[in-house]
């Protein structure tokens, strides 16, 4: 069980293309808890009611690298089996940046710096 999640609903569906899965996951609390507390930023994304929001959409959706986030509870299983299934997709996980990327100019950073919130500058939104 995920700190903070009540409950995880999951959905397939078959397609010409292959299998399809989302899972809708049902916050104890708030949500953001639940989104800020996963493994790494490649799964830090939102879908509100009216807006769809990747906090880290350079990283994610262009690169496809995802930085861990130490925020998530210590060295779980759980945690070990969703890095390696990330890794799996695709994603280059990191543990660190490195130090040409610590000194980029803001506009140019893959995994902006200060405080962040859905919507900010650096996240990607799109109305629904």
Known sequence: VVSGVSS???????TDA????????????????VVLG????CVMNVI?????????PRATL????????WSSQGRSKRRAE???????RGFRMLEFLDDSELWQSEPNR?????PR????PSSWSISL
């Not at 995880?8 to 078959?14: C, L, P, S, W, Y």
């Not at 262009?62 to 986030?69: A, I, N, Q, T």
């Not at 893959?110 to 200060?114: D, E, L, Q």
């Open 8 to 14: 995880i609903f999951t959905f397939h569906r078959k």
């Open 18 to 33: 292959g299998r399809l899965k989302v899972q809708i996951i049902v916050a104890r609390r708030s949500p953001m808890e």
């Open 38 to 41: 996963f493994h790494s930023t």
């Open 48 to 56: 509100a009611y009216d807006t769809a929001y990747c906090l880290f």
């Open 62 to 69: 262009e690169e496809r690298r995802s930085l861990l986030s």
């Open 82 to 88: 969703g890095l390696v299934k990330y890794a799996a």
């Open 110 to 114: 893959s995994f902006p710096f200060g």
């Open 117 to 120: 919130w859905m919507g900010d």
